[in-house]
C-alpha cells in the first residue's frame, strides 16, 4: 500500500465546511481516496474524516499538519482536528487478568500484520501469560493486585495502579487496552487516559452493566448475548460506546456456555473497536461516538 | 403435509421420563418425526415436545389425549402437558393501535398460509386500519380509548378494557396478539390472557424498557437496535421472553431511522415468536422459555 | 420533514471533483446533510451522492439540474448525473405470480409510508391477488400466461408481455419490481427497462441460480439460505447485485422449511434494495453497484 | 463438570428406536443431560446424540461400549454408533501453510480450554510459525512442498504428502485440521483421513470454489462474503458441509478488505466446526451433515 496520509476534523456544522476542506486538499494536488462526512442535526456538529494518498501531496505530513492544523483555525476557535500517517503502526499496552482469549486473538492479530499496531507492553495481574506475550517479542510485567480479602487491600490497589500508570506512560500509547482487565481504573487514570483507553465488557450494553453480566442474562433468559467495546470513563461501563455485536442462545446454554459463546463476540468486537480507534476512524461527540468505517 | 399430533410435557427430572414416553409411544406404534428434550440443571425441571404422525397411530387425538394424561398422571402430579392437531390452526385476535407494520405483516402471513392461525379478529382503537383488515376477511372491532386529556380518563380505560375482553374472550382464542397495541394491560387481564398473550417491545430488553426504546436507543449511542416478543404479565415488559433480535444502526441514524430499522426487527420478531407459540414449542419456566424450534 | 435534493454524480476520477462540487453547493449556500463518496481503484471511476436541504438554496429543483448539469459537463463527457426531490415519491410498478409475501409485504410498506413510492399499479398473471391489492387503493391487471403445455405457448407469452409492457410504461414508474414474478423478462424489456427493473432471487447469488434455488440448497447441504435482489439483465440472475442476506438453516429444515424461512429473507432484501433504488443510493457501476446506505 | 459420556447411532429410521435406546439408558439408571434426534424424511435414516452422566451408570466407557454395541447390533446392520468419554480430550494435528490466522486461533482456544483438544503436532511448510507454536508447548514440523516452478514438482509432492502422512498418522488423530493448508489432498489421504479431516474454505460454497475466492467474490459485487468448514474429500470443495457463515461487505472493500474481514469468519467457522467434530456433534449422511448443537 502506498503511504496514506489521515486528516479528521469535528467542529459546529455550517455551510461551506466541506468546500473548505476539499478545496485546501485539492489546491495541493491531494487525492482522496476515502472520505466519511456526518452532520449531526441534533447536536448541530459536524464530522469528516479523510484519507489521502502521501505521493499526491507536494509535501510531508509535518507540513500538511501545520497547512491543516490553519484551515481548522480558520473554521473555528472550536474545531478539533488530527492528522496521522497510516503507514506507521500506532502504539498500544494491553492490560490483562485471567482471562486469555482476547490476549490472545489480539497477539495474533498484531502478528500477522491484520491489525495496525505495535504491541509495546502487556501489563498483567497473572503471571502464567507471560510465556505466550514473550514469545510474540512482546515485554510481559506482572503487577499483582492485593486481593478482595486483603486486610490492607485499598493501599495495594493504589500502589499497584501507580506501577501499571509509570508502565503504561512510558510507552506513550495511542491506545491503552483493557483487554479483560477485572481492575476498575481509578478515576485520574481514566482522566489521563481518557479518549485512548478502550475497554470490552463483556454485556450488550447498557443491558447488564457491573459484575457478572452472563450471569445476569441466564437469570433473565435473553435469547441473544453481547459484548460492547467502549472508551473508558470515570462512569462504570457507560463510557461512549465504539462497538457492540451480539450471538444467539437458548434454553439449553448454561452460564458456562454463555461464556464461552461470548468470548467470541469479546474477541471480535475488541479487535473491531480497537482497529477503528487505531485508523482514526473514531471521532467522540459527548457520550456518542462516529464511526467512519 | 399429513396430520401431525403435537406432545409436550414438563415435570421434575428423574430417571427414566424418556424412555416412558418413548416406551407409550412404541407400544402404540407412533412414528415420531420430530423430538426436543431439556434438562434444566438450575430448576432440575425436564421439558420435551414430540411430534408424531397421526396415520401411525391406531387411535384419534382424544384418545392419545387420554392415554397421555394418564402416563402425565404416572410421572408425577406437577406434570404439566398438552395434546394438539397441528394441522388444526390455531385461533388468534390481534389488539392494534396506530402502527400498522406488524398487523399488515401478520395478515399477510395469515393470508399466505404461512403462519398456522386463523385470525378471529382485530381489536384496535384506530378505526382507519379497519379497511384492510376487513379486505382479509377479518372482522375489525373499533374500541376507542380515552386519551391523556381526557378527564374521566382512568374510567374510560377500565370500559375500553371491559370491551376488549369481551371482544377478545368470545373466541377463546389461542394467542391474544398484542401487534404493538400502545395500552398497557390490566392486571387483571394479564392474569385472564396467561400465557396466552403475547407482546412485540420494540427494543432489546432489558435494556430500554418502557417508554419510547428508540429515543433511549439514540440518547445513548448503542450500535445495535432490537425488539423483544414476549408473554405479557403484570410487571411492565418483564414478563417471559420467548423471540429477540437487532439489527445495527450507526452514528447517522436519527430516531426516525431507527424506528424504521426496528419495524423490520418487530415484525419478524413477532411473527417468529407467535409461530411458535401457536405450533406448541414454547414452554415457560418461570420468568423463562423453553423454545423447542 | 424538510424538503431535501439529492444529487448524483460518477465519472472518472480525478483530483479536485469533491472539491468542485462541494464549491458549487457552498456557493449557492447549500446545505449539505449527508454525503457519501467513493472512489474505485479497480477502474478508477469516481461516486457521489449528496444530499441538500432544500430551503438552504436561492433556487429550486429545475435550476439545480440545470446548473449542476452545467458542472457536470465541465467535469468531463463520461460523467452521468441526477437531481431529484426526495419529497416527491417515486412511482412503481410491481409484477407478481402466485406467492404473495413480497406483495403483501410491499403492500404494506408503502401504506405505512415506510417505503417513499407510489404503487401505480400492479400486474400479474394470478386474479386472486387482485382483491388486496385493489383494497389497497392500487390498481391491479390481471394478464394470463401461457401453460407450459399450451402449444402456442411462445406467441402467447410473446403477447401477455407485449400486454405488460403497456401496463407498465403507461406509468412512466423509476421502478418495475418482479416481486417474484415467475417469467423470465425477454431481452427487449430488460433493454428497455435497464437500471429500473428489480428482481427478488430466491438463492445468495452466484449460488443456486436459475430454477428451484431451495431444492438445490437443500441438495448440497447448506447451512444458511439466502436472497438477492439485483438488476434485471438479459443475463438470468446475473445482473449487478444491490442487496443480498441470509439465515441459518440446519439438518432438521425440509426443502419446506427453507422455502418458509427464505420468504423473510426476500421480503427483506427487496424491500431494503428497493428503498435503496428509491432514495437514489444505488449507482451502477458495470455488473456491480455502488449502494450509499 | 462431572464425567460425561456421549453416544451416536444413526440407522434406518423405524417405530421404536427411541424406545429402545431410551429404555437401555433407564435400565440402568442412565440420567440423560442433552439429547438430540432427527429423522430424515428424504432419506429413511434417524439419526441420534445423547450425553449421559457418567456417575449415573453402574458401569464404566468400555462396558457401556460393549452394552450399546449390543443394542445397536439389535436395531440393525446398517446402524453406525459411537461412544465416548466426553472428559477425555481428543487428539488433533494441524496442518498449515503461510496463513497464521486459524493457526493463532486454534492455539489460543486449546490454551484457554475452550476446545477439548490436545493439539498433538503441528505440521508446516512455513517455518516461521514454528515458534509461536513451540511457545504453546506443541511440536512443529516443518515440511516443504516443491514450489510451482520446481521441475521435479510432483515427485516432490508425493514425498512431501508422504511425511506429512507419516507425522500426522503417528498420533492417531481424532481431528486433521487443514487451517488454510493451501495443498490439495492426494486422494488416497483424503480417503485414509475421510471423517477426521476438516478444512476451512474462504468462501460461502458452492459460490467461489477453488482458487482465490475474495477475488471471485470482488468481481461479482457480492454483498457479503463467507467461509465454510467442510469435511475433505476427493472432490475438491465439495465435502459434507459442517458449519459455514458470513459477513458483510459493500462497494468501498477491495480485494484486500475482504481478505482481512474474511479472516474473522474463517477463524469462526473452523473453531465452531472443529469443536463440533470434537464433541461427536457431527453425524455424516451421505454428502450432507447432521450438526446436533
Known amino acids: 500500500m502506498e503511504a496514506r496520509l489521515v486528516l479528521t ?30 452532520s449531526d442535526p441534533t447536536t448541530g456538529w459536524f464530522f469528516t474524516r479523510q484519507v489521502v494518498r502521501a505521493d499526491s501531496l507536494p509535501y510531508g505530513l509535518d507540513e500538511l499538519r501545520e497547512r491543516f492544523g490553519a484551515v481548522a483555525a480558520e473554521i473555528g476557535p472550536q474545531a478539533r482536528w488530527t492528522v496521522t500517517d497510516a503507514t506507521v503502526p500506532k502504539k498500544a499496552v494491553l492490560l490483562v487478568s485471567k482471562e486469555a482469549h482476547c ?33 510474540h517479542g512482546v515485554p510481559f510485567h506482572h503487577v499483582p493486585f492485593p486481593g478482595p480479602s486483603d486486610p490492607r487491600r485499598e493501599a495495594g490497589k493504589v500502589a ?16 491503552i487496552v483493557l483487554a479483560r482487565f477485572m481492575q476498575v481504573l481509578p478515576a485520574h ?27 445476569q442474562a441466564h437469570a433473565r433468559g435473553v435469547k441473544l448475548i453481547g459484548a460492547t467495546c467502549h ?20 434454553h439449553g446454554d448454561t452460564v458456562e456456555d454463555m461464556v464461552r459463546r461470548g468470548r ?24 456518542k461516538t462516529v464511526v467512519f468505517r
Open 9 to 38: 476534523l469535528s467542529c459546529p456544522d455550517t455551510t461551506g465546511i466541506v468546500a473548505r476542506i476539499a478545496g485546501f486538499l485539492a489546491d495541493a494536488g491531494g487525492w482522496i481516496v476515502e472520505a466519511g462526512y456526518h
Open 103 to 135: 490476549l490472545h486473538d489480539l497477539l495474533g492479530r498484531a502478528a500477522t500484520g491484520e491489525l495496525p499496531v505495535r504491541i509495546e507492553a502487556v501489563v498483567g495481574n497473572h503471571e502464567p501469560l507471560g510465556g505466550i506475550v514473550r514469545a
Open 160 to 175: 499497584a495502579f501507580e506501577q501499571v500508570r509509570e508502565l503504561v506512560d512510558v510507552h506513550e500509547p495511542d491506545a
Open 189 to 215: 487514570l481514566c482522566e489521563r487516559w481518557a479518549g485512548r483507553a478502550l475497554n470490552i465488557h463483556h454485556s450488550f450494553l447498557p443491558s447488564f452493566a457491573g459484575a457478572r453480566p452472563y450471569h
Open 231 to 250: 472508551y473508558v470513563t470515570s462512569d462504570l461501563d457507560a463510557g461512549p460506546i465504539v462497538e457492540q455485536d451480539v450471538t444467539r442462545v437458548d
Open 264 to 287: 467470541d463476540i469479546e474477541r471480535l468486537v475488541l479487535a473491531r473497536g480497537l482497529r477503528w480507534h487505531l485508523e482514526d476512524r473514531v471521532l467522540v461527540e459527548g457520550n
